[in-house]
């Protein structure tokens, strides 16, 4: 049996993103995923928690309308769920040990064209061992696609093909895990990877 799909939530867009991709890229693999939500104890309660309410009641309510969320999209798809309470980086790189891959939320591309991510996000990319994947705000699963026909009702999405995954590479420090990630991943899809080529500086 395969691992499951470790997601990182939230209560932001591109938390919800990351977890229905998620859980499609489950359904692909035939595995589950596992929700983890990091909280955090504090002298007073932040702005957000209701008064009369704690930290870890807050916590506990966002990962039940995450689980909510997913099983009303995904019926039948395995989920577990993790409420931690520790440093959101530890705790996150731990859950990326423990899956075979950890799926976070980004917000995006910035103004300038770049791939914005937050610093618990860009801590994480560097120390996991295991694939991270970054989802952006807004995303669905049609966006996978190649664009669809006119007309083509949402159920059709799925048989409308892949796009290509995209693999960047430094030619002078190759790494077959991302290698082998990618190709993987096409296969799944019935997709080609794409290796852009760039100059080296």
Known sequence: ????????????PASLAAVHWAAHEARRRGSGITLVHVWH???RPTPYVRVG???RAWAERTLEEAVRSVRSAHPGLRITERLVCDATVTALGTAADDAEMLVLGSPGPGP????VTGSVSQRVVARA???????R?????ADEHLPAA?????EEIPETPYRDVVLGLRVDRPCEEV???AFEAARRRGSGPTCPRAAST
């Not at 705000?137 to 699963?141: K, L, T, V």
């Not at 006119?150 to 949402?154: C, K, S, V, Y």
């Open 1 to 12: 049996m395969e691992y499951d799909i470790a997601v990182g939530i939230d209560r932001s």
């Open 41 to 43: 104890r504090r002298a």
């Open 53 to 55: 309410g704690t930290e």
């Open 112 to 115: 300038v064209g770049g791939f």
């Open 129 to 135: 061992d295991h694939p991270v994947v970054l989802v």
């Open 137 to 141: 705000a807004g995303r669905s699963a």
């Open 150 to 154: 006119d007309g083509l009702a949402p």
């Open 179 to 181: 290698l082998d990630f």
